[in-house]
């Protein structure tokens, strides 16, 4: 059972910054595809930034391109998500979750089987 622990959410203005963090307990990175979610209050969870795991190519929702930009450190097992000019949309539990698999990350949330508890991100004047 792969362990996944969110961290680095808190409250920013809105144009501010914040870098979350998910340290895994895989020995690899190598095999697995990572994903950032997030769920607002009323609204489904939804896909953000995925990082793939054979060649760590990415994929970004529209809502973030251009903003957010995910990362990994192999040595330390944990993935990065960094987000930039936030919003007051930005707003939400976010979410790391892993799939094992050696293709191109997806952003669908039925194809990942392991998710962390949630770092909640609070961006407001």
């Known amino acids: 059972q792969v362990q996944l622990v969110e961290s680095g959410g808190g409250l920013v203005q809105p144009g501010g910054s914040l870098r979350l963090s998910c340290a895994t307990s895989?020995?690899?990175?190598?095999?697995?595809?990572i994903g950032w979610f997030r769920q607002a209050p009323g609204k489904e969870r939804e896909g953000v930034s995925c990082?793939?795991?054979?060649?760590?190519?990415?994929s970004n929702a529209d809502s973030v391109k251009g903003r957010f930009t995910i990362s990994r450190d192999g040595a330390k097992s944990t993935i990065y998500l960094q987000m930039n000019s936030l919003k007051p949309e930005d707003t939400a539990v976010y979410y790391c979750?892993?799939?094992?698999?050696?293709?191109?990350?997806?952003?669908?949330?039925?194809?990942?089987?392991?998710w962390g508890q949630g770092t909640q991100v609070n961006v407001s004047s």
């Open positions: 979750a892993a799939r094992l698999s050696f293709r191109k990350c997806v952003l669908s949330l039925k194809e990942y089987t392991n």
């Open positions: 895989l020995s690899t990175l190598e095999y697995y595809s």
């Open positions: 990082i793939s795991g054979s060649d760590g190519s990415t």
